[in-house]
């Protein structure tokens, strides 16, 4: 086997294993958002980042006892609003244990949908472009991740068509290797996907979590 081939061996291997480890903080992220669910959270139906906060309350994302209850949730700490060249990026997910670097953490953007055409676009142009094409938000291990909070109640897996064809109607100017696409993460979570997308000639994982918020919403 020459270098080349064990390089390549390698690179998919570490591509895979930073995607597992995502993967397993989504699943947290996820428990997350099955509490608020149950606890009949309040939520603003215009507020994304009030939405945002509250996940990254100390009964959530940043409380002791639900990321004990949560592993591996523990080893990581939550930041909100952190500045990221030129952009603020709603959510920094920071290793703690083992502590690594400041520079090595992976970043959420989170965004409002409700079925209509302004949220979907704003999705693309204030979300997904900022990791691909402005490069205001950093991939780490070549993995970001997306939230949608769902604030209307509305079909989702139809909604993500919507936003894949705005992705090739308006956006062609984004690299699309692969359109959002389904990718199971927790066998009864039905609306975890993700996408690819080339970067500076390297391919890029976004992953996508649609969270329904619907019943949430406070009129």
């Not at 490069?135 to 936003?163: C, H, Q, R, W």
């Not at 993460?185 to 918020?213: C, G, P, R, W």
């Amino acid at each position: 086997m020459n270098n080349q081939m064990i390089d390549a061996s390698a690179f998919k291997y570490n591509l895979i294993y930073s995607n597992s480890e995502f993967e397993d903080i989504l699943k947290g992220i996820i428990s997350c958002y099955y509490s608020m669910v149950s606890n009949k959270i309040r939520l603003p139906h215009n507020d994304e980042e009030a939405i945002r906060d509250t996940m990254l309350s100390k009964d959530y994302l940043k409380g002791y006892n639900f990321k004990e209850d949560h592993p591996p949730l523990s080893n990581y700490h939550f930041d909100k609003e952190t500045s990221e060249n030129k952009g603020r990026a709603d959510i920094r997910i920071l290793h703690i244990n083992p502590y690594i670097s400041d520079d090595t953490y992976y970043i959420i953007e989170c965004k409002r949908l409700d079925g209509n055409k302004e949220l979907n676009r704003k999705y693309i142009a204030e979300g997904i472009i900022r990791f691909t094409n402005e490069k205001k938000y950093p991939f780490y291990n070549d993995t970001a991740g997306m939230i949608g909070f769902v604030v209307e109640k509305i079909d989702i897996n139809k909604n993500v068509l919507s936003i894949n064809e705005l992705l090739k109607q308006e956006f062609s100017n984004i690299d699309t290797e692969e359109t959002i696409t389904e990718k199971t993460i927790i066998s009864d979570f039905e609306y975890s996907y993700f996408s690819k997308h080339k970067v500076n000639n390297a391919s890029k994982i976004i992953y996508h979590l649609m969270f329904d918020f619907s019943d949430n919403i406070s009129l």
